[in-house]
């Protein structure tokens, strides 16, 4: 059975593991960021279970800033609940689930969120070999990102409502 619920904090490790199977060291996110975004914006960071099973999440603030800065991904403080804009820091699927869907079902709930919530939209930042996987749901490459995270060259996406 299927479940999409927030995440708590005693989801910490499942979805650290998950987080370290899915991205290189350069890039993943520490145990002490997700302690700061599971305190501080609980309701912005999603699981999808399968019978009691962590097969993935997605995660991100909410900010008035249109595109993302590597301050927003240190900084968990930085959350403005009243903010514009949805970001995605992060969706990972476990190796074992993955190329069955989970990854677009997360994606659409949050985006079905954001637009309950009102917002302008969702920011994201990828790679560019997963340009065209955004542009399924609507994301527009808006070039080169000023990110630097992991050392990496990252693309700004934006989906506009």
């Not at 990972?92 to 997360?106: C, D, E, F, H």
Request: glycine share 8%.
């Amino acid at each position: 059975m299927e479940n999409l619920r927030n995440a708590a904090l005693n989801d910490l490790s499942a979805i650290s593991a998950i987080e370290n199977v899915c991205f290189p060291p350069n890039e993943a996110a520490s145990v002490l960021s997700f302690t700061k975004r599971l305190q501080i914006y609980p309701q912005h960071f999603w699981l999808l279970e399968i019978d009691g099973q962590l097969v993935g999440y997605v995660n991100g603030m909410v900010t008035n800033q249109p595109t993302i800065s590597d301050e927003l991904f240190s900084n968990a403080a930085l959350h403005d609940e009243l903010g514009e804009w949805q970001s995605i820091f992060g969706i990972a699927v476990a190796p074992g689930y993955r190329n069955q869907g989970y990854a677009s079902q997360l994606m659409r709930h949050l985006i079905i969120k954001a637009k309950e919530e009102k917002r302008k939209g969702v920011i994201l930042t990828c790679k560019s070999h997963l340009i065209t996987y955004y542009q399924r749901f609507g994301f527009t490459d808006m070039g080169v990102s000023q990110s630097v995270h992991g050392g990496e060259v990252w693309h700004d996406m934006t989906l506009t409502f």
